[in-house]
C-alpha cells in the first residue's frame, strides 16, 4: 500500500507539500499541486485515518447515506438529497451518496479511509441497523428521522407528532368529530419506516384526546386499491366529514378525481387536508390545506448539526421542527346534519 512517502518521492515533493495539497490548508502552485495529484492517482494512494486525524485535515466531505429499497419514493428521497447537498455546497462541502441497501459496508469503508468527516443519514427506520454502527463508528453523524432509539445520537426532523396534533386540532375546532386518515401502503408500515409510523400514533392519540372518531386505510398506489380504501373509510365512519392524507402525490391527486366523480364538493360535503408532503398542493384541483415537510429545513439544519459535532460539540440531541399550517380554503365547519 502506498504512503505518503511514496507520494512525495514520486512527485518531487516534500512531505508537507503532499500534507498541505491534501488538506487544502495552504496555496501550492499548480504545477506543483498536479504533480502531486498525479502521484496520488498512480500510486492510488488513501490518506491513512491515524495520520489525517493527528493532522487535523478535513476532506470537506460528507457521507450521504440513503438505502434505495423496492418501496423508497424516488422524488422525496431525491428531494432530500438535495437540500443536503444545497446546504453543504454553502459550506464549501460536497456530498457522497451511498445508496446501497447494504448500507453497513458502505459507512465502515468510508470510515476507515477517512473518506468524510461527517456522516448524514436518511430514510430512517424505527429498528435501523445503521443506528448501532454510527454509535460504534465513532465519527460526527447526523440522523434525518428518528429511531426507536436516540441514546447516543444526533437527529432532527419534523415533529411529526406535532404536525398530527396540528391537523387534528385545526379540523376539531371546525367542528369536525369524524376524521379518516389515508396513508401510505402497508409495506411501507411493515418495514417500520419511521415518519409515517409517527404520524399516524400521532394522529390517533389526539383525536383520542379530543374525542373523535377515526379509521385508518393503507392503499396501494393503483386506481382499485384508492377507491376500495375511500369506501372502507366511508363504511367505517358513516359520518364522515374530514379527511387527512398522508400519503404519495399521485394517491392525493387521484383521492381528489375519485371524490369529484362521486360529487362530493371540497369543502362543502368533505374538508380535505394533505399532511407532511414535500410536494406542492397549491396546483391540485381543489387546492389543498397543507402541514408542509421541508426538506430545506430538515436538510441545513442536519448539516449545521454535523458541522457542531466535527468542531467538538457531540452532545447528542433530537431536534424536532415545528411544523406549520397552511390554509388554502379546503376545510371548512362540517355540513349541517339533514
Given at each position: 500500500?502506498?504512503?505518503?512517502?511514496?507520494?512525495?518521492r514520486?512527485?518531487?515533493?516534500?512531505?508537507?507539500?503532499?500534507?498541505y495539497?491534501?488538506?487544502?490548508?495552504?496555496?501550492?502552485a499548480?504545477?506543483?499541486r498536479?504533480?502531486?495529484?498525479?502521484?496520488?492517482?498512480?500510486?492510488g494512494?488513501r490518506?491513512?485515518?491515524?495520520a489525517?486525524m493527528?493532522?487535523?485535515?478535513?476532506?470537506h466531505?460528507?457521507?450521504?447515506?440513503?438505502p434505495v429499497r423496492?418501496?423508497t419514493?424516488?422524488?422525496?428521497?431525491?428531494s432530500f438529497?438535495?437540500?443536503?447537498a444545497?446546504?453543504?455546497?454553502?459550506?464549501?462541502?460536497?456530498?457522497?451518496?451511498?445508496t446501497?441497501?447494504?448500507?453497513s459496508t458502505?459507512?465502515?469503508?468510508?470510515?476507515?479511509?477517512?473518506l468524510a468527516?461527517?456522516?448524514?443519514a436518511l430514510?430512517?427506520?424505527?429498528?435501523?441497523?445503521r443506528?448501532?454502527?454510527?454509535?460504534?463508528?465513532?465519527?460526527?453523524?447526523?440522523v434525518?428521522?428518528?429511531?426507536a432509539?436516540?441514546?447516543?445520537?444526533?437527529?432532527?426532523?419534523?415533529d411529526?407528532e406535532?404536525?398530527?396534533?396540528?391537523?387534528?386540532g385545526r379540523l376539531?375546532?371546525l367542528g369536525?368529530?369524524?376524521?379518516g386518515l389515508?396513508?401510505?401502503?402497508?409495506?411501507t408500515?411493515?418495514?417500520?419506516?419511521?415518519?409515517p409510523?409517527?404520524?399516524?400514533?400521532?394522529f390517533?392519540a389526539?383525536?383520542?384526546?379530543?374525542?373523535i372518531?377515526t379509521?385508518?386505510v393503507?392503499?396501494?398506489?393503483?386506481?382499485?386499491?384508492?377507491r376500495?380504501?375511500?369506501?372502507?373509510?366511508?363504511?367505517?365512519?358513516p359520518?364522515l366529514?374530514a379527511?387527512?392524507?398522508?400519503?404519495?402525490?399521485?394517491?392525493?391527486t387521484?383521492?381528489?378525481?375519485?371524490?369529484?366523480?362521486?360529487?362530493?364538493?371540497i369543502p362543502g360535503?368533505?374538508?380535505v387536508?394533505?399532511?407532511?408532503?414535500?410536494?406542492?398542493?397549491?396546483?391540485?384541483?381543489?387546492p389543498?390545506d397543507?402541514?408542509?415537510l421541508s426538506p430545506?429545513?430538515?436538510?441545513?439544519?442536519?448539516?449545521?448539526?454535523?458541522?457542531?459535532?466535527?468542531?467538538?460539540d457531540r452532545?447528542p440531541?433530537v431536534?424536532?421542527?415545528?411544523?406549520?399550517?397552511?390554509?388554502r380554503?379546503?376545510t371548512?365547519p362540517?355540513?349541517?346534519?339533514?
Amino acid at each position: 500500500m502506498a504512503t505518503i512517502h511514496d507520494v512525495a518521492r514520486l512527485a518531487g515533493v516534500s512531505i508537507s507539500t503532499v500534507s498541505y495539497t491534501l488538506s487544502g490548508n495552504r496555496s501550492i502552485a499548480e504545477p506543483t499541486r498536479n504533480r502531486v495529484v498525479s502521484a496520488i492517482q498512480e500510486l492510488g494512494y488513501r490518506p491513512n485515518a491515524g495520520a489525517r486525524m493527528l493532522a487535523g485535515t478535513r476532506t470537506h466531505i460528507f457521507a450521504l447515506t440513503a438505502p434505495v429499497r423496492a418501496d423508497t419514493q424516488p422524488g422525496v428521497l431525491m428531494s432530500f438529497v438535495l437540500a443536503v447537498a444545497t446546504a453543504a455546497r454553502k459550506i464549501d462541502y460536497d456530498v457522497l451518496l451511498l445508496t446501497a441497501d447494504d448500507s453497513s459496508t458502505g459507512l465502515e469503508r468510508v470510515t476507515s479511509s477517512r473518506l468524510a468527516d461527517g456522516i448524514i443519514a436518511l430514510d430512517v427506520s424505527l429498528d435501523d441497523e445503521r443506528m448501532p454502527l454510527l454509535r460504534a463508528l465513532n465519527i460526527p453523524a447526523t440522523v434525518i428521522g428518528v429511531p426507536a432509539d436516540t441514546d447516543g445520537l444526533v437527529c432532527v426532523d419534523l415533529d411529526f407528532e406535532g404536525a398530527a396534533s396540528l391537523a387534528v386540532g385545526r379540523l376539531a375546532d371546525l367542528g369536525h368529530r369524524s376524521i379518516g386518515l389515508l396513508g401510505f401502503p402497508h409495506s411501507t408500515y411493515d418495514w417500520g419506516a419511521n415518519y409515517p409510523l409517527r404520524f399516524r400514533d400521532g394522529f390517533q392519540a389526539a383525536a383520542a384526546d379530543r374525542g373523535i372518531d377515526t379509521a385508518f386505510v393503507m392503499p396501494a398506489s393503483d386506481l382499485d386499491s384508492i377507491r376500495r380504501g375511500l369506501d372502507e373509510l366511508f363504511a367505517a365512519l358513516p359520518r364522515l366529514t374530514a379527511l387527512v392524507m398522508h400519503a404519495g402525490e399521485s394517491v392525493q391527486t387521484t383521492v381528489l378525481e375519485i371524490l369529484a366523480d362521486r360529487g362530493i364538493s371540497i369543502p362543502g360535503d368533505l374538508s380535505v387536508l394533505s399532511a407532511c408532503a414535500v410536494f406542492d398542493t397549491s396546483e391540485f384541483n381543489p387546492p389543498l390545506d397543507e402541514i408542509p415537510l421541508s426538506p430545506e429545513d430538515s436538510g441545513t439544519r442536519a448539516v449545521e448539526l454535523t458541522i457542531r459535532q466535527i468542531t467538538g460539540d457531540r452532545t447528542p440531541l433530537v431536534d424536532l421542527l415545528p411544523p406549520r399550517y397552511v390554509s388554502r380554503g379546503s376545510t371548512a365547519p362540517p355540513p349541517a346534519a339533514p
